[in-house]
């Protein structure tokens, strides 16, 4: 069973910075890609950001230019590094372990984000 473990959420004010983590329990390379998603109240999950296994980024346009997904191949860790938060960035945040088409994916716990004066 592969295990994520995110961390690095708070409470933070309007335009604050926060570094989420996430620890994988297996090489992340045996993953299709690493995703981070979050979930508002009253919403549905969203991606947020991703990263492929051959290093390809995608970022949701909502974050662009605020948000930098990384990794740390040693570590098996992925970071995502949030900037100029918004009231709407308010969410739980998950990371995510994408298996592909004939692997499961897996979700960590989530680590909530609060943006608020």
């Known amino acids: 069973q592969v295990q994520l473990v995110e961390a690095g959420g708070g409470l933070v004010q309007p335009g604050g910075s926060l570094r989420l983590s996430c620890v994988v329990s297996?090489?992340?390379?045996?993953?299709?890609?690493m995703g981070w998603y979050r979930q508002a109240p009253g919403k549905e999950r969203e991606l947020v950001a991703r990263i492929e296994s051959g290093g390809s980024i995608i970022y949701a346009d909502s974050v662009k230019g605020r948000f930098t997904i990384s990794r740390d191949s040693a570590k098996n860790t992925v970071y995502l590094q949030v900037n100029s938060l918004k009231s709407e960035d308010t969410a739980v945040y998950y990371c995510c372990a994408e298996g592909g088409a004939a692997d499961p994916d897996y979700w960590g716990q989530g680590t909530r984000i609060t943006v608020s004066s």
């Open positions: 297996r090489n992340i390379f045996r993953f299709d890609a």
